[in-house]
């Protein structure tokens, strides 16, 4: 094979994190060339074994460095970017990562005229009192203002084997006799599997969805805060009580989870923000057809592959007695 007819490359920026090692997947099995770009190349090794010998590459690259980003996609004819941020730390704050770094992954695109896909997030909207948000929503305002055939995918919470939600609350069941109702329960989700997820920005890399749009993905089932925290319950066969907890209070004891060094806070008060607002697709999304079904993706069933890696939670794993609750 010479170099005129190398397969297209397509740099992903995160792709080692949680969605992007899953974009890196898929995308190699469609035949992609890639390159990683991450902040520890030295972390992501893992990622080589996902394709054949040279099809996968890893770089350096850090969005708060315009050059390096820059770097990065020399040569390629797509652009991913799967970097985001839940809580800001040190020198990484959310409008240095996601709006800065978001703009600058565009800039970088545009330079050598490689199509792009962002991953953002449901809910990103300027005038949220979120900082994450808000800095999500100025990072798509500048990516299409950039890139006007730009693909942005806004996910409700993605759920997978190494997610931050249900493992995260998996894991407090396990250590503590309750777990909190932040705002009573009642902020409504729609959790959407991490492999449809990728599935939806390897569409958008391929081509086969329209540009220039805002799509929002989410699962099958919509359930509130409380009845996730109870499927978590029934699933890790655990019995616990569930706590409400205002918002106020929640955004105190976020503020003070903050402050405590070298290590990562529970809830942040910026979190809270957002669980003061559902987290679901809109109906505009529906109408217009900007969601996975509008893609002919078929939404994947929490129950179909959450209780695959919860079990670990189990009093005694696989081997728990189902019908009895520790």
Do not use: W
């Amino acid at each position: 094979m010479t170099v005129s007819n190398l397969p297209p490359l397509v740099t992903v920026f995160g792709g080692s994190g949680f969605v992007g090692r899953h974009v890196v997947r898929t995308l190699v099995k469609r035949g992609y060339r890639i390159r990683v770009a991450v902040r520890r190349p030295d972390l992501a090794g893992f990622l080589l074994p996902y394709g054949y010998v040279g099809q996968i590459s890893l770089v350096q690259a850090n969005l708060r460095y315009r050059q390096s980003v820059d770097r990065a996609v020399e040569g390629a004819s797509f652009v991913v970017n799967c970097v985001g941020i839940l809580f800001e730390s040190g020198r990484n704050s959310f409008s240095a990562v996601q709006d800065f770094g978001g703009r600058a992954v565009a800039e970088a695109a545009r330079a050598v005229g490689a199509k792009l896909v962002h991953i953002s997030a449901i809910g990103a909207e300027q005038s949220s009192e979120s900082s994450y948000a808000s800095s999500k929503a100025r990072a798509e305002a500048a990516i299409l203002s950039t890139v006007p055939d730009a693909v942005i995918m806004r996910p409700s919470i993605v759920f997978g084997p190494e997610d931050s939600f249900f493992n995260k609350f998996a894991g407090m069941a396990k250590m503590f006799p309750a777990l909190p109702l932040i705002g009573g329960g009642k902020t409504r989700f729609q959790p959407v599997y991490v492999e449809d997820v990728a599935q939806a920005v390897a569409l958008g890399v391929d081509g086969v969805i329209p540009g220039g749009r805002i799509y929002e993905l989410g699962g099958p089932e919509i359930l509130t805060f409380r009845e996730i925290l109870e499927l978590v319950l029934r699933t890790t066969s655990r019995k616990r009580a569930l706590v409400s907890l205002p918002f106020p209070i929640a955004s105190l004891l976020g503020s003070v989870a903050s402050l405590v060094p070298l290590i990562t806070p529970p809830i942040t008060a910026d979190q809270v923000e957002l669980l003061k607002h559902d987290n679901v697709v809109s109906k505009a999304a529906i109408d217009e057809g900007r969601t996975l079904e509008g893609m002919g993706i078929n939404p994947t069933l929490l129950s179909s592959v959450v209780p695959s890696y919860l079990i670990q939670y189990r009093p005694q794993g696989q081997f728990t007695n189902t019908g009895k609750a520790a």
